[in-house]
C-alpha cells in the first residue's frame, strides 16, 4: 500500500452561454481580431451578462454538475474550498454561498485568494485535509467573474479576460494515484504590477476611486508577461526534475491560459511538445482561478488512470506553482 494521497476523482465545470468574440472587441476599442490572436492566442470568452449573477452562480452550477455524474450526497462533503478574486461579496466568503446552495450542509468553507494561481493554492490545501486523514470528500473549486472588475474601455486589457468557473472532487487514495508532488511560491514586491487598487481597507470605495478606476484590474502587460514566462517555466520544470519526470512520461501539461506565448514557453522548457499541452484559451479566453479546472473538465473523457498531468500557473500578487497529478480514473467515470 502507499502512502495516503489526495485523487482527483470527478470534474465539474461551468460556463455561461453569452460569447463575446474578437469582432465584437473591434467595435467596442481599437483592436483587431489578429492582434489578439497572435498576441494572446484568444478567439472569445464567455460573459455571465446577468447581473443578478455572480461567481457564487458559476461556481456552485460547477458543483452541481460534479454531485450530479457521481450521483453524489452534498452532505458527505466535508469541506468547500473556493478559489477566485471576484467572491460575491466581501464577505461572507463565497464558498459559504456555494455550500449553502448545493445542499452541503456539513461541510465548512472558505474562500482562497491568489489570483490566476489560486486554483493549485486550493488545490494544495484541500490535498492536506485529505492526506491527513481529518477528510474523506473535499471539493476544490476555481471561480471568477472577472467581466465584474474588467474596464471595457482599457484595450490592452479587456481582451484577456473571460468568466467560467470549474471543480474537482479530492478523495482518499492508496493506490499510488493522486497530488503526488507540488510546489507553490509567492512574491508581493511587485504587487502593483497586477492589482485592483480600490474596494480594500488602503482605498475604500469613494467617488475618488470610481473616477480613477479603481474597482477595475491594473496590469502592466510587459512586466507580467515576463515574470510568468519564468515563474511558470522554472516552477514547472523544477517539479519535473525534481521527481525525475521526462517529457516521455507526461501525458499532458496542463496550463494557466493567460497567454498563448507564456504557455508555449513553459511546454518548451519542460521538453513536451505542444500535442501534450491542454489549451482552451481560444474559446475561453483568461479565467483566472478556472482555467486549469477548465481544461480538465474539457479534456476528462480522455484522460486514462495513471496519466501524469503537470499543472502550472502564475498569477497576481505575484504567486505561481505546479504540480504533478497522477490521474486517478478513465473517462467521465470515477
Ligand atoms: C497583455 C499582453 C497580451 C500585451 O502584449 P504585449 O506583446 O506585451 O504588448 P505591449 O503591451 O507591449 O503592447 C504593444 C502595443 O500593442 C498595443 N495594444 C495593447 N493592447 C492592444 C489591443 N488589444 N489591440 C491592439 N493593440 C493593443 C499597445 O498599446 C502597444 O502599442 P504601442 O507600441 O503603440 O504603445 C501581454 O503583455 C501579456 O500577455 N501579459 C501577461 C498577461 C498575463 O499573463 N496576465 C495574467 C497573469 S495571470
Given at each position: ?84 478574486v471576484t ?28 489570483a490566476c ?27 471568477d467573474?472577472m467581466s465584474s472588475i474588467v474596464d471595457y474601455?482599457d484595450?490592452t486589457t479587456c481582451?484577456l479576460f ?31 504590477s497586477l492589482c485592483m487598487l480600490g474596494g ?13 478606476k479603481w474597482h477595475f484590474l491594473h496590469q502592466e502587460g510587459?512586466?507580467v ?61 483568461n479565467?483566472t ?26 498569477g497576481g ?18
Amino acid at each position: 500500500m502507499q502512502s495516503l494521497r489526495a485523487a482527483i476523482t470527478a470534474v465539474g465545470h461551468y460556463l455561461p452561454e453569452d460569447r463575446l468574440t474578437n469582432a465584437d472587441f473591434e467595435k467596442m476599442v481599437d483592436t483587431n481580431d489578429e492582434w489578439i490572436r497572435t498576441r494572446t492566442g484568444i478567439r472569445e470568452r464567455r460573459i455571465l451578462k446577468d447581473p443578478t449573477k455572480a461567481t457564487s452562480f458559476m461556481a456552485a452550477n460547477a458543483a452541481k454538475e460534479l454531485l450530479a455524474k457521481r450521483k453524489l450526497d452534498p452532505k458527505e462533503i466535508e469541506l468547500v474550498i473556493v478559489a477566485t478574486v471576484t467572491p460575491d461579496m466581501f464577505f461572507p466568503a463565497t464558498a459559504c454561498l456555494v455550500a449553502a446552495e448545493i445542499g452541503a450542509t456539513n461541510a465548512w468553507a472558505y474562500d482562497i485568494s491568489a489570483a490566476c494561481s489560486g486554483f493549485l493554492f486550493a488545490l494544495s490545501t484541500g490535498a492536506r485535509f485529505i492526506e491527513s486523514g481529518k477528510h474523506k470528500k473535499v471539493l476544490v473549486i476555481g471561480a471568477d467573474k472577472m467581466s465584474s472588475i474588467v474596464d471595457y474601455t482599457d484595450r490592452t486589457t479587456c481582451v484577456l479576460f473571460g468568466d467560467g468557473a470549474a471543480c474537482v472532487l479530492l478523495e482518499p487514495d492508496t493506490q499510488g494515484y493522486g497530488l503526488m508532488d507540488s510546489e507553490e511560491h509567492s512574491d508581493g514586491s511587485q504587487w502593483n504590477s497586477l492589482c485592483m487598487l480600490g474596494g480594500g481597507s488602503l482605498n475604500p470605495p469613494s467617488a475618488v476611486t470610481i473616477e480613477k478606476k479603481w474597482h477595475f484590474l491594473h496590469q502592466e502587460g510587459q512586466p507580467v508577461f515576463k515574470a510568468a514566462v519564468k515563474g511558470m517555466a522554472d516552477v514547472a520544470a523544477a517539479i519535473v526534475e525534481r521527481n525525475q519526470l521526462t517529457g516521455d512520461d507526461i501525458r499532458y501539461l496542463v496550463p494557466h491560459q493567460a497567454n498563448l506565448r507564456i504557455i508555449d514557453a513553459t511546454a518548451r522548457r519542460m521538453g513536451v511538445g505542444m500535442d501534450k499541452v491542454m489549451l482552451n484559451i481560444e474559446r475561453y479566453g483568461n479565467t483566472t482561478a478556472a482555467t486549469i479546472p477548465l481544461c480538465l473538465a474539457d479534456w476528462e473523457a480522455e484522460l486514462r488512470k495513471g496519466d501524469n498531468l503537470i499543472l502550472a500557473a502564475f498569477g497576481g500578487g505575484f504567486t505561481w506553482g505546479a504540480a504533478w497529478i497522477r490521474w486517478a480514473y478513465d473517462g467521465t467515470g470515477a
